[in-house]
């Protein structure tokens, strides 16, 4: 039982193909690994690695990274990286098989630079930027999806709706519905059926969806094919925001 065990946290004594071959060189050179998780039938893959991945800053700023592409139904990544359901999903790992960020969906250039250069802070590597996205430093990564269009294919896949929440980074409220209502178990147990997504107000994103509220935050309760079911304004504290959550779920 023991040797069982400690195989488990061994993993690259039992590896084979690619991803074997990028945990091993990580073990060797001390060098951390971004793994990014790819599908045959991802509608967002090929653009993200055309658009994003083969961009010359992102190119240069991975350098510091032993970069590998898994199949998502392979039989390596289902062993030896976290559950993955939705594809692209991007693993940034320790030398220690550790995972300090996992960014799902696809991302431009610009966002999947500051997704890096956080990655590098966690990892004690230098970087030359001074920004840091707000999504990244106060939001676990893995709860929220930060474009549309990939968190409603993503809705689409799993038979879920979305949650979209538009905040000011400069507002206290905003910060104190995030870190407060948004956090709450009671809230997170009622929106089990929602994908979430956080935008910035006055973002490309934002824009492009025609999400510009004029108070922040604002939450748009969506179907997956882009339906309103309800807006709801301003900053709620728990009880209120529940009470929204079961309007739009009434609309469903």
Not at 170 to 190: G, I, P
Not at 215 to 238: E, I, M, N, Q, S
Request: proline share 3%; net charge positive.
């Amino acid at each position: 039982m023991k040797k069982i065990v400690l195989l488990a946290y061994v993993p690259v004594l039992l590896m084979s193909g690619e991803l074997k071959d990028a945990l091993i060189e990580a073990k060797k050179t001390h060098k951390p690994l971004m793994v990014y998780v790819k599908s045959d039938s991802c509608a967002y893959c090929e653009k993200m690695n055309k658009r994003t991945l083969s961009d010359e800053s992102v190119q240069k700023n991975i350098q510091d990274f032993i970069f590998v592409k898994a199949d998502k139904n392979s039989e390596d990544a289902k062993r030896y990286l976290p559950q993955t359901r939705y594809t692209p999903t991007t693993y940034f790992i320790s030398p220690k098989f550790k995972v300090v960020n996992t960014v799902k969906g696809y991302l431009g250039k610009d966002d999947f630079n500051l997704w890096i250069n956080d990655s590098k802070t966690k990892l004690g590597i230098s970087t030359n930027s001074t920004q840091t996205p707000s999504h990244i430093s106060s939001t676990k990564s893995e709860n929220w999806f930060y474009d549309v269009a990939s968190a409603e294919d993503y809705a689409k896949q799993v038979g879920k709706n979305v949650m979209i929440y538009v905040e000011n980074k400069r507002s206290k409220w905003s910060k104190r519905m995030r870190t407060e209502t948004l956090s709450s178990k009671k809230v997170k147990d009622a929106l089990k059926n929602f994908v979430w997504v956080k935008l910035q107000k006055g973002s490309a994103e934002a824009n492009a969806y025609g999400l510009s509220p004029k108070l922040a935050p604002t939450v748009y309760f969506r179907k997956a094919d882009g339906t309103l079911l309800a807006t709801a304004k301003g900053y709620f504290g728990v009880k209120n925001f529940l009470l929204w959550v079961k309007y739009a779920k009434s609309k469903l």
